[in-house]
């Protein structure tokens, strides 16, 4: 069976590749309505803004303003012109906004750099001052303990030294009376005053 081939274009072989012939094949190629697939497009609905067949002029349009392409191309052409050309403007004004919001964007990204850095060295002062300021409280403190240590120290020493020598006094004074020499006896105060120069101290302990 021969396929139907009356409503199509024919394109020949050698013309696959020729890329201006077949624009020009698509340039006068017409549609078909999509209500019905065997019509092709033949009006514009201007009361519908819609392209139409034969058919559909007769039975969905009867009544509107239909018209044959070369009536209505020209100021279509003018309508699609313009919406390029307003939508060119429109593309510009949202290319300016995009400026816009990335350099306002940046500046405030820099203020806030700016300030975290500032929130960051504020910080950094703070504890280098509570530093020093702990360093000179240790200082005073170290300074006061020395101050009121020192001297309970020599107390200290002292009691301790007393204490010691008190011992060695009775264990001394004990001795002298159990050793039961009599001048010894008659010269404890003696003895015991300078206890470690002492002979007798010597000889007894
Ligand atoms: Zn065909
Ligand atoms: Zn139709
Ligand atoms: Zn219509």
């Keep these: 069976m021969i396929p139907d081939c009356r409503d199509h274009n024919v394109i020949p072989i050698d013309k696959f590749s020729d890329e201006k012939y077949l624009k020009g094949i698509l340039a006068f190629e017409v549609p078909r309505c999509s209500e019905h697939q065997q019509e092709k497009i033949r009006f514009y609905c201007t009361t519908c803004s819609k392209l139409v067949c034969r058919d559909c002029a007769i039975v969905g349009h009867r009544g509107h303003e239909c018209l044959e392409p070369k009536e209505r191309l020209n100021i279509t052409k003018q309508n699609l012109e313009r919406a390029i050309q307003s939508s060119g403007k429109a593309v510009i004004s949202v290319q300016r906004m995009r400026t816009h919001v990335n350099s306002a964007t940046t500046s405030i990204e820099k ?3 700016n300030s975290e850095q500032k929130v960051d060295q ?5 504890i280098e001052r509570l530093k020093t300021d702990r360093n000179k409280l240790k200082e005073e403190l ?4 020395t101050k009121q240590c020192t001297p309970l120290k020599r107390i200290k020493d002292k009691a301790t030294n007393w204490t010691e020598a008190m011992e060695n006094a009775q264990v001394v004074a004990k001795k002298i009376m ?3 020499n009599q001048w010894d006896i008659l010269g404890w105060r003696m003895i015991l005053q300078t206890p470690l120069k002492s002979s007798v101290m010597m000889r007894l302990l």
């Design 111 to 113: 203020q806030i750099a």
């Design 122 to 126: 504020q910080y950094d002062q703070g």
């Design 142 to 145: 170290e300074k006061i303990k």
């Design 178 to 180: 159990t050793a039961g």
